[in-house]
């Protein structure tokens, strides 16, 4: 266990924004903590950074209470922020340098250490770069390179790719898992169960504070009981011929718009097979069809009886 | 680790441009403006000659020789009474000095200048009287009466409480100087608000390195308190090399003046970006009228603002850092005595200490109730 969060409770005022929330992080995991904006991932990782005051509850990393001064716990920890942090004034090397600087004191290790990071987000043609001459994404990676590049052993990546473009967001999930791969703990937080669901290995999912559930994404997804969402192209489908597709076994509910018709279905096997028999039996003309499994959404859907994306 | 962060401090301070803009290119900008308008300031007060004509019958008579030989307050001009009245009319001459039977003085306007005139002629003519009337009355005492006249003794002499005459413009670059060094609260505000994670992402991600709090913010203290010496130095050389403004002959306190000024803006700044609750915006808001308001009450739009402030709301002298370290150049440069100096020193002392207490208070803090 490198991190041990134990009955945490932080309070602004009369809002909880953290009830009782306990978690832990094994070493080697990637995990993450997805919730919508606003139900206390960002303030649990301030509080586990000993940035923030809590309440109540105790926080463990590498097995000793953590706080303001423990520099030796510190000196392994690399966080990527919700918002980009670096100097303005400083270029992309300068910056990667000065944080570095502020883990690893010798200037050979140092520089070593920043030619990687630097490397490892593909920002070598910007080193000379100041913050503002890079696009978003670019400004993005280089928060990350600040972040990481003293090679920490837990690594915390606060919503890294919030208004980030498709291309870099795919670059900086591949190198996340890159970092797992060499050793790294990571904590990943999010609202975007896609992102989570692609890279984590064990997920917390959290609302108002608290942990709703927590696990690997498949014991979440089995925790409840939505099965397939069905979708089939069909022409002119009439009222009694879709009221036909409720009877069928396991279905939940059904809906028809713009020619398509959306089937959810309960957790059972064999749903798919159930559909395209009655359209082959009604003799029902049909385009295309497609399955698609129970997503994290639909697990939050059916936990809080809210979109995770609200 | 003092070597690193003090070197990136530096960089990052010396790059803002705005700020550069504001420490370094305005105070330079301003003090050369100020002193193409202001540098003829000092020479208005000199006396100038006052233009006046004399009109006379015989214009190498005695009498006219003597009258124009007879004081150095005015300049006079032969002119016949046409020509002088057109030049009187056309305000080329105050007033003309018709001599025939009765010295007569003609004026268009009263004013200063022919009040003096006036004076001038009145004595003139007594003394003129008055030796005539001897002359003819009691010939034998004529010689004591000259010798009298022309050892007239004087019995009251001007003595200067101050070791300099002072130029009024020296208050407005004393006052300007002081303003530059309390710019160095802009640095001194950049510096607490680049250390308190409740105040910006970059302050959260510093103070999560494992390095103490107080040491970082100590390292980048003196980075903004270097910057703004060298500032502070450059504005002295522009000033006194380049416009060859005289401050002084107490160069060396003069610098180390400015040094403590520049310690007391950085330590004004740095107060003010972590005890007030306020956005960064704001707290720009006031470092800008705590410098620029504080340096319009020390003189620099109006020197009689000092004197003004000074008898009305004296407690305001004391409490304006600008003033006080405007005031300690003033009395620099005016008194022999350094008492009045001293005392500037030890308020503006006082400041540090209590904008340190207060910067310590609340950047000591290891961890904020909301981020």
């Known amino acids: ?310 | 680790m003092y070597g690193h962060i003090l070197k990136y401090r530096l960089m990052c301070l010396t790059k803002d441009k705005d700020n550069m803009f504001w420490i370094l290119i305005f105070p330079i900008v301003l003090s050369t403006l100020l002193y193409a308008a202001l540098s003829n300031i000092g020479n208005q007060e000199l006396f100038h000659q006052i233009p006046l004509a004399l009109v006379a019958e015989e214009e190498e008579s005695e009498e006219v020789t003597r009258l124009m030989n007879a004081t150095d307050l005015v300049e006079f001009q032969m002119m016949d009474q046409t020509e002088a009245q057109a030049s009187l009319e056309n305000e080329e001459l105050i007033g003309y000095v018709l001599m025939d039977e009765e010295m007569k003085f003609v004026v268009q306007t009263k004013g200063m200048e022919q009040s003096i005139v006036r004076l001038f002629l009145n004595h003139y003519r007594q003394t003129v009287g008055t030796v005539e009337n001897i002359m003819r009355n009691h010939p034998e005492q004529m010689g004591s009466v000259v010798n009298r006249l022309e050892t007239r003794q004087v019995f009251t002499t001007p003595v200067s409480a101050a070791r300099a005459k002072l130029d009024p413009m020296l208050i407005f670059f004393f006052a300007l100087i002081a303003m530059t060094c309390m710019y160095g609260a802009y640095l001194g505000l950049r510096e607490a608000v680049d250390i308190q994670a409740n105040l910006s992402d970059l302050a959260a991600r510093i103070n999560i390195a494992p390095i103490h709090k107080m040491k970082t913010f100590f390292y980048s203290i003196s980075a903004a308190v270097i910057i703004q010496v060298l500032i502070i130095s450059v504005l002295l050389a522009y000033l006194q090399f380049v416009l060859k403004i005289n401050l002084g002959d107490r160069s060396v306190l003069i610098y180390l003046t400015s040094v403590l000024g520049s310690v007391l803006g950085v330590m004004a700044g740095a107060f003010i970006g972590t005890v007030l609750k306020t956005s960064e915006n704001m707290k720009n808001a006031i470092v800008t009228i705590f410098s620029l308001g504080g340096a319009y009450l020390a003189g620099l739009m109006n020197f009689s603002t000092k004197y003004t402030v000074a008898e009305n709301v004296p407690i305001l002298t004391v409490l304006n850092p600008v003033n006080l370290l405007a005031d300690a150049y003033y009395a620099l440069y005016m008194f022999d005595s350094l008492e009045r100096y001293w005392m500037n020193i030890m308020y503006m002392i006082g400041f540090i200490i209590l904008f340190f207490l207060g910067t310590y208070m609340n950047v000591r803090r290891r961890k904020y109730a909301s981020i």
Request: proline share 3%.
């Open chain 1, 1 to 310: 266990m490198v991190i041990k969060v134990n009955n945490l409770v932080k309070r602004y005022g009369d809002l909880v924004a953290l009830d009782h929330l306990s978690f832990d992080v094994r070493e080697g995991e990637i995990f993450g903590l997805l919730g919508p904006n606003g139900s206390g991932k960002t303030t649990a990782i301030n509080c586990i950074l000993s940035l923030l005051s809590y309440d109540k509850g105790e926080i463990e990393v590498f097995g000793k209470p953590m706080t303001p001064e423990s520099y030796e716990a510190k000196r392994n920890i690399g966080v990527v922020m919700q918002n980009v942090a670096v100097f303005n004034e400083l270029t992309v090397r300068e910056n990667v340098d000065y944080f570095c600087g502020l883990y690893v004191p010798d200037k050979k290790e140092k520089k070593r250490l920043v030619d990687e990071a630097i490397a490892f987000v593909g920002l070598e043609k910007y080193e000379k770069f100041v913050p503002k001459k890079l696009s978003g994404g670019l400004l993005r990676r280089l928060n990350i390179a600040c972040g990481i590049a003293h090679k920490p052993k837990i690594i915390i990546l606060d919503e890294p790719t919030v208004a980030v473009d498709p291309q870099s967001r795919n670059k900086i999930l591949e190198g996340i898992k890159e970092l797992n791969k060499n050793g790294a703990t990571v904590i990943y937080t999010s609202h975007y169960m896609e992102e989570v669901e692609q890279i984590c290995s064990r997920i917390m999912i959290l609302d108002h504070g608290k942990s709703i559930a927590s696990g690997s994404k498949e014991s979440l997804k089995a925790m409840i009981d939505v099965g397939e969402k069905i979708s089939i192209e069909l022409y002119d489908l009439e009222d009694e011929q879709m009221r036909s597709f409720r009877k069928l076994p396991n279905v939940a509910s059904v809906s028809y718009e713009e020619n398509l018709l959306t089937i959810h279905s309960y957790k059972a096997a064999n749903n798919l097979e159930h559909v395209l028999e009655h359209i082959k039996t009604h003799n029902m003309a049909f385009g295309k069809i497609y399955s698609e499994k129970p997503t994290l959404n639909d697990v939050f859907l059916e936990l809080t009886g809210k979109e995770l994306r609200d």
